[in-house]
């Protein structure tokens, strides 16, 4: 697959309005959180994240305002104090009531299951009410709102369109200009850098794993998304949105994880290299084989009851054949404790990544798809999923593949035997569209490195008696075996069918994976994903069968903003 690279300078995006700031100070009456622990040592962050910079240089955005923060686990610092802590420590200094928490799926503490509904509850520790985004509703009513002036956003992202919490993001969004809140993203790093890939979602099969027409791999920080949403989808824009931007940050760092402590953003997610697979393997929730949940790698192993030790073994050599970089695949045999195959020895592959910079997750979870697919006789696609009379037998049906993929030309090719590089080929030129349309968009700018001093003589080495060159670089889901419920869509990227049910609109068709993924539809004003005007510029995916060109991975390659 021929890999696109280009730079290009990222326009900063201008931001609609200030803060509207309401005079007068706020008496500070939540309760202070309890000690936590010192931070960790030794610790090299390669970026400044968004709470740090909001706290540190733009602490005035919050002057005399009521607070309300949409977290989870992953809202810390680079030294893992939380922020919901960091505020309330710093509500004297900055004049401002942190009034309220909002929890997306899997919960503000992150333990929930994939689909499992979240409920609206006091928090112990800090007394603040915790009102939930994934249960009745995944967007805030106006009730939610009530005892705020400002929503601040404060979760990591993970890259993948059919991981739930820039969809909660998009709702909280529509909500605050619905109900004249102001908006703050408090930006992060995408653990996957910039590079985008998969088809756009036609809007036809918009779910909670999936509710615009974005790439299944993004390619954007949460803010850059969040300025997308408010350019591009939302019908009545945020007037007072703004993005805290970090420092430093540099998108080919995602290599060594931007020098931070990994924290799960969801069960399924438990380190930073399966955060790396999970656009591509997620894929595999489509299948009636195990993505790995209820084993030690979930997302990492695939694996069906019916694959024996000698098809184990096919597997990983018909798919270590394939030419797909940065990555290598082992038989391996796993018991799942919980979802599908659980209970059941079952033979499969681990991926092994062994080039992060080099891997591409899309291509290899595609590749890994078809090779089950059509290797295994007793895989299929998935049914049933959170419609319990949801079949996957013709063109008309949408299964979860269609959801996933947001294309359905994926499977009709993927049936016909169409090899993965050619589908893949198909959306190249919807991807190059959607990248020059998020350009505007992009909030780091490209930096040029300056070049060493030039002499004569080559530089010595302090260490040898030998003169050495300047150094140079390259330019570069539901469970069955819980009990349903109906919460709407997961995190991970597909609500794993085989657990709760997500709640879903009866006015739509919409649906929704799991951490782990993806969730139910809905959830717009009246039930109903807002839809503003379509992306200026940009072709929807629709019949990509028997296409070919070029690979359509989008890779952008960019310096650090200082």
């Not at 002036?149 to 909660?168: E, H, K, M, P, S």
């Not at 790396?276 to 084989?289: D, I, K, R």
């Not at 799942?336 to 499969?348: D, F, I, N, V």
């Not at 349309?437 to 300056?450: C, F, H, N, S």
Request: net charge negative; proline share 9%.
């Amino acid at each position: 697959m021929t890999r696109t690279s280009r730079r290009g300078a990222a326009l900063a995006v201008g931001l609609a309005g200030s803060l509207a700031l309401v005079a007068g100070s706020i008496a500070v009456a939540t309760p202070a959180p309890t000690a936590l622990p010192a931070a960790l040592p030794g610790q090299s962050p390669t970026v400044e994240l968004g709470v740090e910079v909001l706290l540190e240089e733009q602490l005035d955005a919050l002057d005399g305002q009521r607070v309300g923060l949409i977290t989870n686990p992953t809202g810390v610092n680079s030294e893992l104090t939380h922020t919901m802590d960091l505020l309330i420590e710093n509500q004297e200094a900055g004049n401002y009531e942190l009034t309220a928490l909002y929890a997306p799926e899997h919960g503000i503490l992150g333990g929930a299951p994939a689909g499992a509904t979240v409920p609206h509850y006091e928090d112990p520790r800090t007394g603040l009410t915790v009102w939930s985004l994934y249960g009745a509703t995944q967007r805030p009513t106006a009730e939610m709102l009530e005892d705020v002036d400002v929503l601040l956003f404060d979760i990591q992202d993970i890259g993948a369109r059919f991981y739930t919490y820039i969809w909660t993001l998009y709702y909280a969004m529509d909500a605050a200009a619905e109900f004249d809140k102001d908006f703050i993203v408090l930006d992060r790093p995408n653990p996957l850098g910039d590079r985008m890939d998969g088809p756009i979602l036609d809007p036809a099969l918009s779910s909670f794993v999936g509710l615009r027409e974005i790439p299944l791999q993004h390619g954007l920080t949460v803010g850059e998304l969040a300025s997308f949403f408010n350019g591009e989808f939302l019908e009545e824009p945020v007037e007072n949105f703004s993005v805290v931007e970090m420092n430093g940050y540099d998108p080919d760092d995602f290599t060594e994880g931007y020098g931070l402590e990994w924290v799960a953003p969801s069960p399924n997610i438990p380190t930073i290299e399966t955060a790396w697979a999970y656009p591509g393997t997620g894929l595999v929730e489509s299948l009636n084989a195990s993505e790995g949940r209820g084993t030690t790698k979930p997302f990492l192993w695939i694996g069906h009851g019916d694959v024996n030790e000698v098809e184990a073994y096919e597997l990983a050599e018909e798919l270590n054949s394939r030419g797909l970089e940065g990555v290598h695949f082992r038989p391996m045999f796993a018991n799942p404790t919980t979802s599908k195959q659980a209970g059941r020895l079952s033979g499969g592959v681990e991926l092994h990544i062994t080039d992060p910079a080099a891997y591409v997750p899309v291509r290899t979870g595609l590749h890994v798809v078809d090779a089950f697919y059509h290797g295994i006789d007793e895989v299929d696609w998935r049914e049933g999923t959170i419609y319990p009379d949801q079949r996957c037998e013709t063109e008309a049906d949408i299964c979860w593949i269609d959801r996933l993929s947001g294309d359905r030309s994926v499977r009709m090719q993927l049936e016909q035997g169409v090899d993965p590089d050619e589908i893949i080929a198909g959306w190249a030129e919807d991807l190059a569209a959607f990248d020059a349309a998020a350009e505007p968009y992009r909030l780091y700018e490209d930096v040029v490195p300056t070049d060493p001093p030039t002499t004569d003589e080559p530089t010595p080495d302090p260490t040898t008696d030998e003169p050495t060159d300047p150094p140079t670089t390259d330019e570069p889901t539901v469970d069955p075996t819980v009990t349903p419920t109906t919460a709407p869509p997961t995190a991970d990227p597909t609500v794993d069918p085989t657990t709760t049910a997500p709640s879903v609109d009866p006015t739509t068709d919409d649906g929704g994976a799991g951490d782990d993924g993806a969730g139910g539809g809905g959830g717009g004003r009246g039930g109903l994903p807002s839809t503003g005007a379509p992306l200026a510029g940009l072709a929807l995916l629709a019949g990509l069968a028997g296409l070919a060109g070029a690979g359509a991975l989008v890779a952008r390659r960019r310096g650090a903003r200082a």
